[in-house]
């Protein structure tokens, strides 16, 4: 089977500096990629680089068999990648539902040149996604309040709800749980993965904290200085002593475990 | 349910300005006929002013549109209204096109200040032209109205007639607009261009077609007024006749598109009654307006209705 994703020898310089190199990474679809590494080890500028926000220097990346190499971030989500933000992106001044409703209804639009002007916002298709993906999301209480009103998780959730409600096949997170508190992450995490796994998506998320990522990635990719020094399952790069030296907060939590 | 009442609260309200016409005096008329005219433009603002962009520039479109109904009756004697409306649009439209392609790249100060600058190009333009009459401009062939010549006040009519016909047409259009998934997204634009395009949509391709939306309805209020007034001269152009329309703006509000309608009429009513009453001080009288639109009613007097709304919603 064609993996979803297929990257091959990507390498991002800026200059002189070698952001990323030598990366090969396939993911088959369905699989849940944890992304782990200290700042500045090439995270972002990966995921950056498959969402079209960053044009990689050489090689090349395929989704679903096709060639999306440099191609804009727009019309890579129009394919079927989206992504999340470390600090929620979201519309302050709408309310919760308006958001979602956007989402969905400009996922929704028809094509072509006047395609966002003939799709009405609050097409029936569009306010029931927004619904649903409220309710899969469980901020139904909040489902009128202003985003600006919000609280912290519940700004991630709805980042990540309206990259769901586009409809994606491949989410990319970068740090889902950046600036939530200890007691919340795990609720958070639950709550996200269960529903893009009833979704079927998959998934690649950047995470700092390694329980988190132990307890819901199949797989762990470890990046350090621009490129993957670990592949494999949870276990595998998290006991890797390459990782463990490497990464801060690896041996820590093997430390913990053991 | 609300949008069907809007909708018949329009239409009786034109089926009611429509009926009045002979019934009022002409000067009256005409006044009107400015106004609606005008308040396309305004209403051009509007579509630009809810994703946070002004343009000090829109006097660019309104001259065009005017001066294409005058050149083309001077040069080749065609005058029917209706045909050299829409030529004003879609004259305004090519060159609102063109320069999207620049204007959609910049937000804020610079957009505003951008197309004041062009807007001022096409003045200095104009004002050079010896054969088109410089700075006096030049008189716009009596209109015909499907091969009918009326004159006099039957003339006044009908254009005020045609102008409401094209206002009409225009709001439910821009109506139409603010619900699709374009028109919705000004206040996300506003807000968090990344997250809009990250949702798969050109922000630059959205203000673009903005623009180009503004400069047709621009380019319609200048042809109709051209009409209306029956002479052309570079001031269509100047920055002030952009102000105007700014000003009207900030008046009428963003939040209705029947509000550009009754800020545009409240504006010429009030600026003619000001030179009437105070000649010397009708720009100051102006000025107070605006201070205590600004201080009181910050977001115009579309505001009106939706705060009555609140309070009866409040009430039990």
């Known amino acids: 089977m064609t993996p979803i994703l297929d990257v091959r020898d990507l390498e991002k310089t800026f200059g002189s500096l070698v952001a990323a190199r030598d990366i090969n990474v396939s993911v088959p679809a369905h699989q849940t990629v944890g992304v782990i590494g200290a700042n500045g080890a090439g995270k972002t500028t990966f995921i950056n680089m498959i969402t079209g926000h960053l044009r990689p220097t050489k090689g090349s990346i395929r989704f679903e068999g096709r060639d999306i190499t440099g191609k804009p971030s727009r019309e890579i989500v129009r394919l079927g990648i989206s992504r999340s933000f470390q600090v929620a992106q979201i519309f302050p001044t709408l309310t919760v539902f308006e958001n979602m409703c956007i989402a969905a209804a400009i996922a929704r639009r028809k094509s072509g040149l006047l395609g966002n002007i003939l799709t009405p916002v609050t097409s029936p298709a569009a306010t029931s996604e927004a619904e649903a993906a409220i309710d899969l999301f469980q901020i139904a209480r909040y489902r009128d309040v202003t985003a600006n009103a919000l609280p912290q998780g519940v700004r991630k959730l709805l980042d990540i709800g309206m990259a769901v409600a586009g409809s994606p096949r491949l989410l990319l997170l970068d740090e889902p749980t950046s600036g939530i508190s200890i007691e919340e992450k795990f609720d958070l995490m639950n709550v996200v993965m269960s529903a893009l796994k009833s979704r079927k998506i998959t998934v690649l998320f950047v995470e700092h904290d ?27 790069t998290l006991d890797n002593p390459r990782v463990q030296e490497l990464i801060s907060g690896v041996r820590l939590k093997a430390a913990s475990h053991a | ?109 610079f957009f505003a200040m951008l197309s004041l600058a062009l807007s001022m190009i096409l003045y200095g333009v104009l004002v050079k032209t010896e054969s088109l009459g410089s700075t006096d401009g030049f008189s716009v062939a009596t209109p015909t109205f499907f091969g009918y010549a009326p004159h006099g006040a039957q003339l006044s009519h ?33 807000d968090n261009e990344i997250r ?81 009453v105070m000649p010397q001080l009708w720009q100051m009288t102006l000025g107070s307006v605006l201070l205590l639109t600004i201080l009181f009613l910050p977001e115009g007097l579309g505001s009106l209705v939706s705060r009555l709304r609140q309070r009866r919603a409040v009430k039990p």
């Open chain 1, 210 to 236: 390694m329980e988190i990522v132990a307890k819901f990635a199949d797989r762990v990719l470890a990046f350090y200085d621009g490129t993957v020094i670990a592949d494999g399952t949870a276990h595998e």
């Open chain 2, 1 to 109: 349910m609300q949008s069907r009442a809007s909708l018949l609260g329009g239409l009786a309200l034109l089926v009611a300005a429509a009926l009045a016409a002979p019934f009022l005096p002409d000067w009256m008329v005409s006044l009107a006929t400015i106004a609606f005219a005008n308040a396309l433009v305004v209403l051009g603002l509007v579509v630009l002013w809810r994703v946070g962009l002004v343009s000090f520039g829109q006097a660019l479109y309104y001259c065009i549109g005017a001066y294409a109904v005058a050149l083309t009756g001077r040069w080749t004697g065609f005058t029917d209204a209706l045909a050299l409306v829409l030529l004003g649009g879609v004259g305004a439209g090519i060159v609102a096109a063109s320069i999207g392609f620049l204007l959609a790249r910049y937000r804020e100060i």
């Open chain 2, 158 to 190: 009908w254009l005020y007639w045609l102008t409401l016909g094209v206002d009409a047409i225009a709001a439910l259009l821009v109506g139409l607009y603010f619900r699709s998934v374009a028109g919705a997204l000004a206040a996300p634009i506003r």
């Open chain 2, 196 to 276: 809009v395009e990250f949702l798969g949509i050109s922000v630059s391709g959205i203000i673009h077609t903005k623009v180009i939306i503004a400069g047709v309805l621009g380019g319609l209020g200048g042809a109709l007024a051209a009409m209306s007034i029956g002479h052309v001269d570079p001031n269509m152009a100047y920055w002030t006749t952009s102000g105007g329309f700014v000003f009207v703006t900030v008046l009428a509000g963003s939040g209705y598109v029947a509000a550009a309608f009754v800020g545009s009429l409240a504006f010429e009513a009030l600026r003619s009654f000001a030179v009437d």
